[in-house]
Each structure stands twice: as C-alpha cells, then as structure tokens.
C-alpha cells in the first residue's frame, strides 16, 4: 500500500508559478514510477509529467520547457515546478505512483488538487 498526499495548488495570474509536492508513504521502495496527471472540467485525465525511480523524466509536449518534475528520495516527495502558466493549465492534478509487487502492477492516486490559472 501506497498513501499519496498532494500540497500546493491554488490561484494564480497567468504567467506565475506554483509548486505542487506529493508526499508517499508506506511501501515507497517498490514504487518504480511517480507522476502528475491533470484534468481540466470537460476533458479527459492527461499525464503531465513522470519520473522514474532512476530519474529519468518525461513531459508531455504542452508543458515541456515550462513544468519541472523532481523527486526527494530523502523525504519521499515528488515535487512538479510549474512556469509560466497558462489559463489551458487550469485543472485538478493529481499524483500517480506505480508499484510492483511480484510482477503485478498497481496504480495508487492522491485525492489531487486545484490548479487555476486566471487574472
């Protein structure tokens, strides 16, 4: 069991920055990929950005050069540094852990949290 609680969405003018953090606990050391999903009201779920527990990343092309996914093995948190926002960005995000446990994969979500973009 994974337990993922996510901090640091709100308001914000277009062209701000905001700092959203996924915290994990429980079973972290058999998580092999954590990311960032969003959903915008009317539109389906969307991967924003993930990271591999090696640290490879990847973004999704709308967010590349503007969005940051990291992660601190020491706190157990994944963080996603949002630039230069867009009013397109407005969406609930939510963070994703993938876990194996002997050769199944499970999917674990935090309960996500509002990002609006808007002057």
């Known amino acids: 069991q994974v337990q993922l609680v996510e901090s640091g969405g709100g308001l914000v003018q277009p062209g701000g920055s905001l700092r959203l953090s996924c915290a994990a606990s429980g079973t972290i050391f058999s998580i092999i990929v954590m990311g960032w999903y969003r959903q915008a009201p009317g539109k389906q779920r969307e991967l924003v950005a993930a990271?591999?527990?090696?640290?490879?990343?990847h973004y999704a092309d709308a967010v590349k050069g503007r969005f940051t996914i990291s992660r601190d093995n020491a706190k157990n948190t994944m963080y996603l540094q949002m630039n230069s926002l867009k009013s397109e960005d407005t969406a609930v995000y939510s963070c994703?852990?993938?876990?194996?446990?002997?050769?199944?994969?499970?999917?674990?979500w935090g309960q996500g949290t509002q990002v609006t973009v808007s002057s």
């Open positions: 990271i591999t527990s090696s640290g490879i990343t």
């Open positions: 994703h852990a993938g876990v194996v446990v002997k050769a199944t994969q499970y999917d674990y």
